[in-house]
């Protein structure tokens, strides 16, 4: 079981996955700008696609603000593409099906479900400097909210739009 824990300051696990088209896409090609990565349990599930659209929703006032967002889940390429398209979500969903990068993060592991303890994805979000640096690890971050929380912890609410 991964005990891992980031805090501001650690170096942001590298890493290389494949996005919904099966092309590579590497931490490392993303060094000059802010990144958020933020890890979900499974693509077209309720919180997650909630999740999603708030993302998609924000995306281009966090571009704008010089963040990239990646979102990295154990799915498939193929159900990743199906839910870019389902839910028309234009930014870069990366597949982890061996947990590698996940378990880099401390994004997988125990948690309850419904009472239970169950091992799986830790609804996670990290941003992620231009030295590839990080400066926030969220963990058990909840779907709904979670994007407003963030802009304001990114001070990117200041400004009214």
């Known amino acids: 079981m ?25 931490l490392s090609s993303l060094r000059g700008q802010h990144v958020i990565v933020y890890f979900y349990p499974a693509a077209m599930t309720p919180g997650c696609t909630t999740q999603a659209c708030d993302f998609r929703d924000n995306l281009a006032s966090l571009q704008t603000a010089g963040y990239t967002v990646l979102g990295i889940s154990p799915d498939a390429p193929a159900k990743l593409a199906e839910f870019r398209e389902n839910d028309s979500l234009t930014f870069p969903l990366l597949s982890d099906p061996d947990l590698g990068v996940l378990k880099a993060y401390g994004a997988y592991g125990e948690k309850k479900l419904y009472g239970k303890t169950v091992t799986g994805v830790l609804r996670s979000t990290f941003v992620i400097d231009p030295d590839g640096k ?12 979670h994007v407003a929380k963030l802009r304001r912890d990114l001070g990117l609410d200041s400004a009214p739009d």
Do not use: C, H, Q, W
Not at 3 to 26: H, M, N, Y
Not at 134 to 145: D, E, L, R
């Open 2 to 26: 991964t005990d891992i824990r980031l805090t501001p300051g650690d170096p942001a696990p590298e890493f290389t996955l494949p996005d919904a088209d099966g092309s590579p896409v590497s």
């Open 134 to 145: 990080i400066v926030k690890a969220m963990y058990n971050v909840k779907a709904t909210g």
